[in-house]
């Protein structure tokens, strides 16, 4: 009998190892999509929804959604904030203004395709900084993927050209998604000393309110500007799929990967972003990655994966 019982329990363990594989890459595909969402929306929308009004209400909508979460750990001392504002601020200004409009702007003059293939090389800049601080030791693997993915980068954003780097339409739209690249690699080096006892959600929630408040003068002067625009059905369409889509859902699955598979495995959605981007960008906004896209993407994903190596 007590064989029988353990060789049931092998059997329903051996059948839920599977079940979690599946949920685990369901979980990636999903926040994966969420994220690359956003860079096929600032594609989608340039020119249409003013840029620095589409990030405060993002943010506004994230910070608002998160509030409570965020309110019940203030209440409880996870998150004391005379000692923690500045950092706030800091990862506030650089994940999420840095991260917002500036982006938004590039998809006048870029495709989401090379705003998803930039932004992966932040895990690239933060080895880099990381190591220039101390904090990490940069070994010959690394440095490898660092210069494949510096490459990579290369080759997409001069399309094979070399002098298509100094062309002004390249270096607008391009340009700004490496600024909102090194943003995101601040962020990421800041954003767990800030308030280092809350958790995910609740940082996320203070971060965007601080970002929110950073576009809000610029948001401002598009009301002023040209309203029309700005409280257009299309705008508030965009406003509420930024924040619900890209915002909370992605934090919330990530948070929840990270919470359920570790943040080591969680970090995989970086090389699913790029993929998701291609194929939203091609299905949505008919841009079809180029040759360039794929061999430069694969030198920026196989870079990425080396610097992570040990």
């Not at 009998?1 to 594989?21: F, N, Q, T, Y």
């Not at 506004?60 to 959604?65: K, L, P």
């Given at each position: 009998?007590?064989?029988?019982?353990?060789?049931?329990?092998?059997?329903?363990?051996?059948?839920?190892?599977?079940?979690?594989?599946?949920v685990a890459l369901?979980g990636f595909i999903?926040?994966?999509?969420?994220?690359?969402?956003?860079?096929?929306?600032?594609?989608?929308?340039?020119?249409?929804?003013?840029?620095?009004?589409?990030?405060?209400?993002?943010?506004?909508?994230?910070?608002?959604?998160?509030?409570?979460?965020?309110?019940?750990?203030?209440?409880?001392?996870?998150?004391?904030?005379?000692?923690?504002?500045?950092?706030?601020?800091?990862?506030?200004?650089?994940?999420?203004?840095?991260?917002?409009?500036?982006?938004?702007?590039?998809?006048?003059?870029?495709?989401?395709?090379?705003?998803?293939?930039?932004?992966?090389?932040?895990?690239?800049?933060?080895?880099?900084?990381?190591?220039?601080?101390?904090?990490?030791?940069?070994?010959?693997?690394?440095?490898?993927?660092?210069?494949?993915?510096?490459?990579?980068?290369?080759?997409?954003?001069?399309?094979?050209?070399?002098?298509?780097?100094?062309?002004?339409?390249?270096?607008?739209?391009?340009?700004?998604?490496?600024?909102?690249?090194?943003?995101?690699?601040?962020?990421?080096?800041?954003?767990?000393?800030?308030?280092?006892?809350?958790?995910?959600?609740?940082?996320?929630?203070?971060?965007?309110?601080?970002?929110?408040?950073?576009?809000?003068?610029?948001?401002?002067?598009?009301?002023?500007?040209?309203?029309?625009?700005?409280?257009?059905?299309?705008?508030?369409?965009?406003?509420?799929?930024?924040?619900?889509?890209?915002?909370?859902?992605?934090?919330?699955?990530?948070?929840?990967?990270?919470?359920?598979?570790?943040?080591?495995?969680?970090?995989?959605?970086?090389?699913?972003?790029?993929?998701?981007?291609?194929?939203?960008?091609?299905?949505?906004?008919?841009?079809?990655?180029?040759?360039?896209?794929?061999?430069?993407?694969?030198?920026?994903?196989?870079?990425?994966?080396?610097?992570?190596?040990?």
């Open positions: 009998m007590g064989k029988e019982i353990s060789e049931g329990a092998d059997r329903s363990a051996a059948g839920v190892v599977p079940l979690l594989g599946a369901i999903l926040v994966a999509t969420a994220q690359a969402s956003n860079q096929v929306l600032a594609r989608g929308v340039a020119g249409s929804v003013p840029p620095f009004a589409l990030a405060f209400f993002r943010w506004s909508i994230v910070a608002i959604g998160l509030a409570p979460i965020a309110l019940a750990e203030i209440r409880d001392g996870r998150v004391p904030l005379s000692k923690n504002i500045w950092p706030i601020v800091a990862a506030g200004f650089m994940g999420m203004f840095l991260c917002g409009g500036p982006v938004y702007v590039a998809g006048a003059s870029t495709t989401a395709i090379h705003i998803a293939l930039i932004m992966a090389l932040s895990p690239i800049t933060v080895l880099l900084v990381s190591a220039g601080l101390g904090i990490e030791r940069i070994g010959p693997l690394q440095w490898l993927g660092t210069v494949l993915a510096l490459a990579g980068a290369l080759l997409i954003i001069s399309g094979g050209h070399l002098e298509a780097l100094t062309q002004q339409e390249t270096a607008s739209g391009d340009g700004l998604v490496v600024i909102a690249m090194l943003g995101w690699s601040g962020y990421t080096l800041l954003q767990t000393r800030a308030a280092p006892r809350a958790s995910l959600l609740a940082r996320i929630s203070l971060f965007s309110g601080a970002g929110a408040l950073f576009s809000l003068p610029l948001a401002i002067t598009e009301m002023w500007s040209m309203p029309a625009q700005v409280f257009s059905m299309k705008a508030l369409a965009a406003y509420l799929f930024a924040g619900i889509v890209p915002g909370l859902l992605a934090y919330a699955g990530f948070a929840w990967l990270g919470g359920r598979f570790g943040s080591v495995r969680t970090s995989l959605v970086l090389y699913l972003g790029p993929v998701a981007s291609a194929l939203l960008s091609f299905a949505i906004l008919g841009e079809p990655p180029t040759p360039i896209h794929f061999v430069g993407g694969l030198l920026i994903l196989g870079g990425v994966w080396a610097s992570l190596r040990r």
